[in-house]
Every structure is written in C-alpha cells, then in structure tokens.
Nanobody
Framework: QVHVVESGGGLVQPGGSLRLSCAASGNILSVRNMGWYRQAPGKQRELVATITDGGSANYADSVKGRFTIDRDNAKNTVHLQMNSLEPEDTAVYYC???????????????????WGQGTQVTVSS
C-alpha cells in the first residue's frame, strides 16, 4: 500500500513565502512523477507543478517564476517552495505520486495516481 502525506500549509500574508513538503511511503522502489495540484473553492483541481525522477520540471503559467519544485528520489519526497504569494494562490494543495513502483511480498507492481489528503494554503492580509 502506498501512502502520500503533505505538510507545510498555513496562513501567510500577500508577498510572503511557504514551503510545502510531501512524502510517499510504502515499500516503494521508485516514483516516476511527483507533483502538486491545487483546488480553490468552487473551482476544479489544477496542476501547479510536476517533476520527473530525472529532474524535469513543469509549471503552471500562473506560478512560473514564483514557485520552485524539487524532489529527493532516495527519500521519495517532493517540495514546493512558494514565494511572492498572492491571494489567488489560496487553495487546498494536493501532492500526487504517479507511476509508483513498489513491492509486496515476492511481487513488484507499478501503479499510478496516489494522492495526499491535501494541505490548506491561505494568502490573506
């Protein structure tokens, strides 16, 4: 069983910074893609940033130049450094682990799209 857990959300003033962290656990051998998505009230969940195990990162246009994603493959963790936060960044942020290879007993599996429970980020004065 694969588990994904986020941490690091909170309340911050406009222009401030936050760093989100996420860890995937559960007999994991590798994770191909890890990323962050967010969902604001009344809106659909949207991509924020993703990163492959090779370090190739992709960002939503709205966060380019302000957010930075990085990961530690050995620890199966991914982080999102958010700077110059704006009220429009207010949302629940979800971590995603995709194409996860893990073992259970004598068998190895690859499965996708594991989500964390989400962490609230509120940008307000």
């Amino acid at each position: 069983q694969v588990h994904v857990v986020e941490s690091g959300g909170g309340l911050v003033q406009p222009g401030g910074s936050l760093r989100l962290s996420c860890a995937a656990s559960g007999n994991i051998l590798s994770v191909r893609n890890m990323g962050w998505y967010r969902q604001a009230p009344g809106k659909q969940r949207e991509l924020v940033a993703t990163i492959t195990d090779g370090g190739s990162a992709n960002y939503a246009d709205s966060v380019k130049g302000r957010f930075t994603i990085d990961r530690d493959n050995a620890k199966n963790t991914v982080h999102l450094q958010m700077n110059s936060l704006e009220p429009e960044d207010t949302a629940v942020y979800y971590c995603n682990a995709d194409e996860v290879t893990y073992y259970s007993g004598d068998y190895v599996y690859t499965s996708g799209n594991y989500w964390g429970q989400g962490t609230q980020v509120t940008v307000s004065s």
